[in-house]
């Protein structure tokens, strides 16, 4: 069932700059700036160009104004996982049918792989847009992060297996963050360079921003980490 989301955007005016003068955990009330209404199961988040993107009724949308642009399969089940990072390249993940379709900046499908049919045994259960015409995946199978090239259908294995089961991830171009089930943080590289990063907070939600900071949310506080500086912001109104 849908349900409609007010969402409330907060700025962060303390920024790395300002890093230096706090040893100490800081508590900031965060004032609301503005806030929109909309009805979906799932809102994704905005891209460059200010298309807002979100799942309703399994169904993938872009919305700007009165643009609205549509997508849907229900051949393949849930949309399990969206990658943004490209407008032009959208990534979707349909974990149940093990297979990835991409999408051009006006929802049309440019191709659809199954990785169940690759000459290798992939079964992905994390995935999201690479460099080269390559996506992350992280096989299940051999609990290793790959790189697949999708042009030339090509499999590489980058990390030695995962000691823990992944409880969060998260991609950029160059590199495939996780969070394991201890609370451990790591990145890899297209290189396959893997680096432990740190023990990350208990937390509800989190959004990584780079190699030393992260973004998460427990009970009713928002909180900026970044190394040994931890930044709380409580919520004025937070309503689902």
């Not at 992905?124 to 259908?153: C, E, H, P």
């Not at 893997?194 to 780079?210: H, K, P, Q």
């Amino acid at each position: 069932m849908s349900k409609t989301a007010s969402f409330i955007f907060y700025i962060l005016f303390i920024c790395c700059s300002f890093s230096a003068l706090f040893s100490q955990s800081q508590r900031i009330t965060a004032p609301s700036v503005s806030h929109f209404t909309i009805d979906a199961d799932e809102f994704l988040g905005y891209d460059s160009f200010g298309f807002s993107y979100q799942i309703k009724n399994n169904v993938f949308s872009k919305i700007k104004g009165k643009e609205v642009f549509e997508y849907k399969n229900v051949s393949l089940g849930n949309i399990t996982k969206v990658d943004l990072q490209n407008p032009l390249k959208i990534v979707l993940f349909y974990e149940d049918f093990n297979t990835v379709v991409l999408l051009d900046n006006q929802l049309n499908k440019i191709t659809e792989i199954n990785f169940s049919l690759d000459n290798t045994p992939i079964v992905v259960s994390a995935i999201g847009m690479s460099t080269q015409n390559q996506l992350w995946i992280y096989n299940a199978l051999n609990q290793q992060i790959s790189l697949f090239d999708y042009l030339k259908n090509e499999y590489k294995t980058v990390s030695t297996p995962l000691i823990e089961p992944i409880k969060y991830y998260q991609t950029d171009f160059n590199t495939f963050y996780w969070i394991d089930k201890k609370n451990n943080w790591f990145s890899c590289d297209i290189f396959g360079k893997t680096t432990a990063l740190g023990n990350v907070a208990d937390f509800d939600s989190i959004e990584i921003i780079n190699n030393h900071q992260y973004l998460f949310s427990k009970a009713i506080c928002c909180i900026l980490k970044t190394l040994q500086v931890q930044i709380q912001m409580h919520f004025l109104k937070l309503k689902f």
